[in-house]
Nanobody, 124 residues
């Protein structure tokens, strides 16, 4: 299971750090990603990290502002979000992929296990 946390309300320009804790199994051998879904919009890719943590990939909309990281010893993945904008408001989901597809996997279909989501609201 994946459990996302850390969401909340923040003003534009502020920061939040999301965390995703994996339990029940070890995810250290799998790439993990973050997605988000704003009201009335489709779920979209945000960031991904290779199982080793050595490679990361970001959507253009968050590049330079968000940082994905992982701690395999703790079975967690984090998303540090800085310089937040109102358009970053969404429910954020963490997910893991066991697809074996080449990194980065940016499609929803490429991820097989999802967390429940955590809400981020950025006010202007």
């Amino acid at each position: 299971q994946l459990q996302a946390s850390g969401g909340g309300s923040v003003q534009a320009g502020g920061s939040l750090r999301l965390s995703c804790a994996a339990s029940g199994r070890t995810f250290s051998r799998y790439a993990m990603g973050w997605f988000r879904q704003a009201p009335g919009k489709e779920r979209e890719f945000v960031a991904a990290i290779r199982w080793s943590g050595g490679s990361t990939y970001y959507a253009n909309s968050v590049k330079g502002r968000f940082t994905i990281s992982r701690d395999n010893a703790k079975n967690t993945v984090s998303l540090q979000m800085n310089s937040l904008k109102p358009e970053d408001s969404a429910v954020y989901y963490c997910a893991t992929t066991e697809s074996g597809l080449p990194f980065p996997v940016t499609s929803i279909a490429g991820y097989n296990l999802w967390g429940q989501g955590t809400l981020v609201t950025v006010s202007s």
